[in-house]
């Protein structure tokens, strides 16, 4: 485990998001560059593409419907949409929405009867959010600052939760589980793109925040993913990697080698009947 603290690990995250959001410009010359270096390096908001701006090379789903200042500040690692199965009229909850853009890609599945809510920590990030949301004119959406560890979530109001590339960030994992799980409905369902991995990192690359603020070192292996997801409550868990989704990993055991870091595509469920 790592020595810093979870302050320390908030604030940090909150700086790196914080400053990203307010260095934002719309450059679709730029932002294409840098999506494709991501895509090649595997990851988005990771140190090894110098804090530059992902785009949306990890969409399978069509985002050409949203503006370039909602494409442009997508810093994830994956496309929760595509594995959440959204419906009309179902409520959405985003862990750690940043600019919006699962959020609106969301929003146009669950069309008017649906409600989506992002949750972000960072300030900054919720005012881009919202600006955004005026130019979408997604009046279905709404945004709310908070942590993914305390969601400022009733009980059982979400029928899906999405989340992309944030869980990893967060110091307290078995407390994003169990927040997740209670603002479920019975029945909803856990659609998540994050960063893993299969193997540990050494106690100096998890001290090292950089590389945590990164969605590098803050990634925990599969089977540790698994064990904090069933202690909440989850089940039907699934974990695999985008880059190979027919492989299930959910059921391997804990790696205790070298790190192996990969973008997965994580679902789970809370059964009906469960509160």
């Not at 994956?78 to 929003?107: M, R, W």
């Not at 998540?192 to 001290?207: C, H, L, N, Y």
Request: proline letters at 4%; glycine letters at 10%; one cysteine or more.
């Amino acid at each position: 485990m790592t020595t810093l603290s979870p302050e320390q690990i908030h604030e940090e995250v909150k700086a790196r998001y914080g400053r990203l959001a307010s260095e934002f410009k719309v450059d679709v010359a730029a932002a294409n560059t840098q999506a494709a270096a991501n895509t090649q390096a595997g990851t988005c908001c990771g140190d090894t593409v110098s804090d530059g701006f992902c785009g949306t090379e990890f969409y399978d789903v069509d985002v050409s419907s949203l503006p370039a200042d909602v494409t442009g500040l997508s810093l994830g690692c994956g496309d929760p949409i595509a594995i959440a199965e959204l419906q009309p009229g179902q409520t959405v909850v985003d862990l750690g929405s940043g600019g919006g853009i699962d959020c609106f890609l969301a929003a146009q599945r669950v069309g008017e009867t649906g409600h989506v809510i992002g949750i972000d920590m960072t300030e900054v990030m919720l005012e881009k959010a919202n600006r955004n949301k005026e130019k979408v004119g997604a009046a279905n959406v709404e945004f709310r600052y908070g942590h993914i560890e305390n969601l400022p979530i009733d009980d059982n109001t979400a029928d899906v939760i999405i989340s992309n590339c944030v869980i990893n960030l967060s110091p307290d994992k078995t407390a994003v589980f169990r927040e997740a799980f209670r603002v479920l409905k019975p029945g909803g369902k856990v659609a998540v793109s994050d960063m893993v991995t299969q193997g540990q990192f050494t106690p100096k690359e998890r001290a090292d925040m950089s590389l945590w603020a990164g969605c590098i070192t803050g990634a925990e292996d599969v089977a540790d993913y698994v064990a904090w997801m069933q202690a909440a409550g989850f089940h039907h868990i699934s974990i695999r990697d985008k880059a190979n989704p027919d492989v299930e990993l959910a059921g391997l055991p804990k790696d205790m080698g070298p790190a192996r870091i990969f973008s997965a595509r994580i679902t789970a469920v809370k059964l009906s009947g469960e509160l």
